[in-house]
Protein backbone atom coordinates (compact mmCIF):
# COMPACT_ATOMS: atom_id res chain seq x y z
CA UNK A 1 0.00 0.00 0.00
CA UNK A 2 1.60 3.47 -1.11
CA UNK A 3 1.41 6.06 1.87
CA UNK A 4 -0.03 9.46 0.95
CA UNK A 5 2.67 12.27 0.39
CA UNK A 6 2.49 15.17 1.96
CA UNK A 7 2.99 18.21 -0.08
CA UNK A 8 5.56 20.80 1.31
CA UNK A 9 4.79 24.24 0.51
CA UNK A 10 8.53 26.60 0.89
CA UNK A 11 8.10 29.93 0.35
CA UNK A 12 9.88 31.96 -2.59
CA UNK A 13 13.18 34.23 -1.84
CA UNK A 14 10.79 36.82 -3.76
CA UNK A 15 8.63 36.87 -1.09
CA UNK A 16 11.01 37.56 1.82
CA UNK A 17 12.43 40.78 2.60
CA UNK A 18 16.49 39.84 2.24
CA UNK A 19 16.11 38.32 -1.31
CA UNK A 20 14.92 40.28 -4.55
CA UNK A 21 14.50 38.07 -7.55
CA UNK A 22 14.15 39.73 -11.23
CA UNK A 23 14.70 39.14 -14.67
CA UNK A 24 18.11 40.48 -15.99
CA UNK A 25 19.31 41.15 -19.53
CA UNK A 26 18.13 39.16 -22.80
CA UNK A 27 18.45 35.27 -23.24
CA UNK A 28 21.62 34.34 -23.99
CA UNK A 29 23.59 33.52 -27.37
CA UNK A 30 23.39 30.85 -29.14
CA UNK A 31 27.00 30.44 -28.50
CA UNK A 32 26.72 29.87 -24.61
CA UNK A 33 23.35 27.56 -25.30
CA UNK A 34 25.50 25.33 -27.44
CA UNK A 35 28.05 24.73 -25.12
CA UNK A 36 26.01 24.30 -21.79
CA UNK A 37 24.02 21.77 -24.04
CA UNK A 38 27.30 19.71 -25.79
CA UNK A 39 29.64 20.09 -22.55
CA UNK A 40 27.25 18.36 -20.20
CA UNK A 41 30.62 16.39 -18.96
CA UNK A 42 33.00 19.33 -18.63
CA UNK A 43 33.36 21.26 -15.88
CA UNK A 44 31.79 24.81 -16.88
CA UNK A 45 32.98 28.24 -14.93
CA UNK A 46 31.19 31.33 -15.87
CA UNK A 47 31.49 34.99 -13.94
CA UNK A 48 29.29 38.38 -14.61
CA UNK A 49 31.13 41.65 -14.46
CA UNK A 50 29.29 44.74 -12.49
CA UNK A 51 29.64 46.83 -16.20
CA UNK A 52 27.50 44.47 -17.56
CA UNK A 53 29.38 41.48 -19.41
CA UNK A 54 29.76 37.85 -18.62
CA UNK A 55 32.29 34.98 -19.57
CA UNK A 56 32.06 31.13 -19.85
CA UNK A 57 35.40 29.38 -19.87
CA UNK A 58 34.25 26.07 -21.12
CA UNK A 59 37.50 23.80 -22.20
CA UNK A 60 39.96 25.77 -23.83
CA UNK A 61 37.66 28.58 -24.56
CA UNK A 62 36.12 31.67 -23.51
CA UNK A 63 32.63 32.92 -24.51
CA UNK A 64 31.92 36.63 -23.72
CA UNK A 65 29.17 37.93 -24.08
CA UNK A 66 27.17 41.39 -23.46
CA UNK A 67 23.85 40.26 -21.17
CA UNK A 68 22.38 44.25 -20.84
CA UNK A 69 21.31 44.55 -24.26
CA UNK A 70 17.56 43.96 -25.14
CA UNK A 71 17.80 42.37 -28.17
CA UNK A 72 19.73 39.04 -28.60
CA UNK A 73 19.93 38.92 -32.48
CA UNK A 74 22.47 42.43 -31.91
CA UNK A 75 24.40 40.81 -28.93
CA UNK A 76 27.88 41.03 -28.38
CA UNK A 77 29.57 37.72 -28.52
CA UNK A 78 32.68 36.74 -28.67
CA UNK A 79 34.99 33.20 -28.80
CA UNK A 80 38.48 33.18 -27.44
CA UNK A 81 40.88 30.51 -27.36
CA UNK A 82 43.03 29.91 -24.15
CA UNK A 83 46.21 28.70 -23.76
CA UNK A 84 47.69 25.64 -23.70
CA UNK A 85 47.47 24.01 -19.87
CA UNK A 86 48.05 20.78 -18.49
CA UNK A 87 45.30 22.33 -15.25
CA UNK A 88 41.87 22.62 -16.09
CA UNK A 89 40.84 26.28 -16.73
CA UNK A 90 39.45 28.99 -14.78
CA UNK A 91 37.56 31.44 -15.09
CA UNK A 92 39.10 33.75 -12.44
CA UNK A 93 41.87 33.67 -14.37
CA UNK A 94 39.89 35.55 -16.60
CA UNK A 95 39.15 39.65 -16.43
CA UNK A 96 38.48 42.51 -18.71
CA UNK A 97 39.71 46.27 -19.04
CA UNK A 98 37.60 48.81 -20.46
CA UNK A 99 37.79 52.38 -21.70
CA UNK A 100 35.32 54.90 -22.80
CA UNK A 101 31.82 52.91 -23.24
CA UNK A 102 31.82 49.52 -21.60
CA UNK A 103 29.03 48.80 -24.28
CA UNK A 104 30.77 48.18 -26.93
CA UNK A 105 33.88 45.15 -28.09
CA UNK A 106 35.66 48.00 -29.35
CA UNK A 107 36.42 49.46 -25.95
CA UNK A 108 36.98 45.81 -23.82
CA UNK A 109 39.95 44.48 -23.49
CA UNK A 110 40.33 40.98 -22.20
CA UNK A 111 43.48 39.14 -20.40
CA UNK A 112 43.60 35.44 -19.51
CA UNK A 113 46.04 32.93 -18.14
CA UNK A 114 46.84 29.55 -16.99
CA UNK A 115 47.58 27.92 -13.52
CA UNK A 116 51.25 27.54 -15.25
CA UNK A 117 50.97 31.45 -15.72
CA UNK A 118 51.00 31.60 -19.58
CA UNK A 119 49.04 34.89 -20.66
CA UNK A 120 46.99 35.82 -23.77
CA UNK A 121 46.09 39.65 -24.07
CA UNK A 122 43.44 40.77 -26.17
CA UNK A 123 43.77 44.55 -26.47
CA UNK A 124 40.10 44.35 -28.13
CA UNK A 125 37.70 42.28 -28.13
CA UNK A 126 36.70 43.62 -30.98
CA UNK A 127 39.04 41.32 -32.77
CA UNK A 128 39.46 38.41 -31.03
CA UNK A 129 42.39 37.13 -33.72
CA UNK A 130 44.47 39.54 -32.23
CA UNK A 131 46.20 38.94 -29.36
CA UNK A 132 49.48 39.24 -27.57
CA UNK A 133 51.36 36.24 -25.25
CA UNK A 134 53.25 36.59 -22.10
CA UNK A 135 54.57 34.46 -18.93
CA UNK A 136 54.61 35.11 -15.31
CA UNK A 137 57.21 32.95 -13.64
CA UNK A 138 55.81 32.21 -9.64
CA UNK A 139 58.20 29.34 -8.96
CA UNK A 140 56.92 26.43 -7.93
CA UNK A 141 53.26 27.94 -7.61
CA UNK A 142 50.95 27.61 -9.36
CA UNK A 143 48.18 30.77 -10.35
CA UNK A 144 45.16 30.95 -9.17
CA UNK A 145 43.67 34.49 -9.28
CA UNK A 146 43.43 37.90 -12.11
CA UNK A 147 41.80 40.86 -11.66
CA UNK A 148 41.72 44.02 -13.31
CA UNK A 149 42.69 47.40 -11.76
CA UNK A 150 43.03 50.62 -13.03
CA UNK A 151 44.75 52.14 -15.79
CA UNK A 152 44.47 49.26 -17.99
CA UNK A 153 46.25 46.98 -16.04
CA UNK A 154 46.13 43.33 -14.16
CA UNK A 155 47.22 41.90 -10.90
CA UNK A 156 47.61 38.51 -10.62
CA UNK A 157 48.22 36.49 -7.48
CA UNK A 158 49.45 32.76 -6.88
CA UNK A 159 48.54 30.11 -4.91
CA UNK A 160 51.61 31.27 -2.14
CA UNK A 161 50.34 34.75 -2.19
CA UNK A 162 52.40 36.36 -4.81
CA UNK A 163 51.15 39.19 -6.77
CA UNK A 164 52.24 40.30 -10.24
CA UNK A 165 51.09 43.04 -11.96
CA UNK A 166 50.69 43.57 -15.76
CA UNK A 167 50.76 46.57 -17.58
CA UNK A 168 50.12 46.41 -20.99
CA UNK A 169 51.23 49.07 -23.48
CA UNK A 170 49.25 50.32 -26.47
CA UNK A 171 50.96 47.79 -28.57
CA UNK A 172 49.28 44.72 -26.47
CA UNK A 173 53.08 44.28 -25.17
CA UNK A 174 52.75 43.72 -21.22
CA UNK A 175 55.22 44.75 -18.94
CA UNK A 176 55.29 42.72 -15.47
CA UNK A 177 56.48 43.53 -11.93
CA UNK A 178 56.32 41.60 -9.06
CA UNK A 179 54.58 43.22 -5.96
CA UNK A 180 56.19 43.20 -2.79
CA UNK A 181 54.82 41.83 0.32
CA UNK A 182 54.41 44.92 2.78
CA UNK A 183 54.05 47.60 0.64
CA UNK A 184 50.80 49.00 1.56
CA UNK A 185 49.33 51.44 4.12
CA UNK A 186 49.49 49.38 6.60
CA UNK A 187 53.39 47.96 5.84
CA UNK A 188 55.94 48.52 8.88
CA UNK A 189 53.53 48.84 11.40
CA UNK A 190 54.53 45.81 12.74
CA UNK A 191 58.02 45.57 12.71
CA UNK A 192 57.78 49.48 14.70
CA UNK A 193 55.77 47.87 16.92
CA UNK A 194 58.00 45.02 17.60
CA UNK A 195 60.48 47.71 17.93
CA UNK A 196 58.79 49.46 20.67
CA UNK A 197 58.04 46.46 22.80
CA UNK A 198 61.65 45.99 22.57
CA UNK A 199 62.49 49.05 23.64
CA UNK A 200 60.05 49.03 26.41
CA UNK A 201 60.78 45.20 27.81
CA UNK A 202 63.22 45.03 30.38
CA UNK A 203 66.33 43.28 29.99
CA UNK A 204 66.38 39.95 30.93
CA UNK A 205 69.36 38.22 32.32
CA UNK A 206 70.22 34.69 32.54
CA UNK A 207 71.60 32.94 35.16
Given at each position: ?????????????????????????????????????????????????ELGWAWLVCGDRIIIWKICQSSAKHMSCKELQLPPSEFPWSADLVDISTTGDAA????????????????????????????????????????????????????????????????????????????????????????????????????????
Open positions: RTTPSRLVLHPCVIETANYNVQLFGSTLPVKVMEALTSNVDDSLMVKIHTTQSVSVMAATCEGSIHYWPSLMHEDLYTEAYADFGDSVCSFLTAVKAGSFIMSSSKNQHVRLMPDATGKIYQRFLQQGQGMLSGIGRRVSTLFGILSPTVESS
